[in-house]
T-cell receptor, first 113, second 114 residues
């Protein structure tokens, strides 16, 4: 099993550009989520999904869109990149039970100029 | 709403010394608590978790944590630090109302001196 994979590993954007961060998992997990990690702020939840076709907002959803057309994939779209979106982005998956471990991808480091 | 506070953004210990990383939580429902570790340039991985069974939880790499309801704490300890323990550690609590979310603390970076 590959677990949770993310592409790209690094990305540099100019302000106003759009892009999609890819996330895929092969563990048949229902629950997937996107976090951003900023120094001194830990991980903050952007969006999450409890199954194909179902998504919801997390703590910091503005400027990001998600969709979940399959169980395996959960892409994160930046609509119009801003310097405030410079961060490290992590995708995670789990079975969705409160007690379950979340499995994280390796992260995407995004810089917006 | 649930929240997690980690005391100390940086902790430095000597190799062989006790490691103590502090975590306090706030929750209106019985909490499920986690410690994750992040090594440089990697994603997070689970160290241990409390799911209302034993209050003393043992994890990987010799780490353990004790759930103390009266103190709303879930501190992480290891009797003897190793150089390979240098990493960032995150305490987290999972919410259960209306769906599954995990709230993470701000993280504590552990430095281990030779």
């Amino acid at each position: 099993n590959a677990g949770v994979t993310q592409t790209p590993k690094f990305q540099v954007l100019k302000t106003g550009q759009s892009m999609t961060l890819q996330c895929a998992q092969d563990m048949n997990h229902e629950y997937m989520s996107w976090y951003r990690q900023d120094p001194g702020m830990g991980l903050r939840l952007i969006h999450y999904s409890v199954g194909a076709g179902i998504t919801d907002q997390g703590e910091v959803p503005n400027g990001y869109n998600v969709s979940r057309s399959t169980t395996e994939d959960f892409p994160l779209r930046l609509l119009s990149a801003a310097p405030s979106q410079t961060s490290v982005y992590f995708c995670a998956s789990s079975t969705g039970y409160r007690t379950d471990t979340q499995y994280f991808g390796p992260g995407t480091r995004l810089t917006v100029l | 709403a649930q929240s997690v506070t980690q005391l100390g953004s940086h902790v430095s210990v000597s190799e062989g010394a006790l490691v103590l990383l502090r975590c306090n939580y706030s929750s209106s429902v019985p909490p499920y608590l986690f410690w994750y570790v992040q090594y440089p340039n990697q994603g997070l991985q689970l160290l241990l978790k409390y799911t209302s069974a034993a209050t003393l939880v043992k994890g990987i790499n010799g780490f353990e944590a004790e759930f103390k309801k009266s103190e709303t704490s879930f501190h992480l300890t290891k009797p003897s630090a190793h150089m390979s323990d240098a990493a960032e550690y995150f305490c987290a609590v999972s919410e259960g109302t209306g769906g599954f979310k995990t709230i993470f603390g701000a993280g504590t970076r552990l430095f281990v001196k030779a």
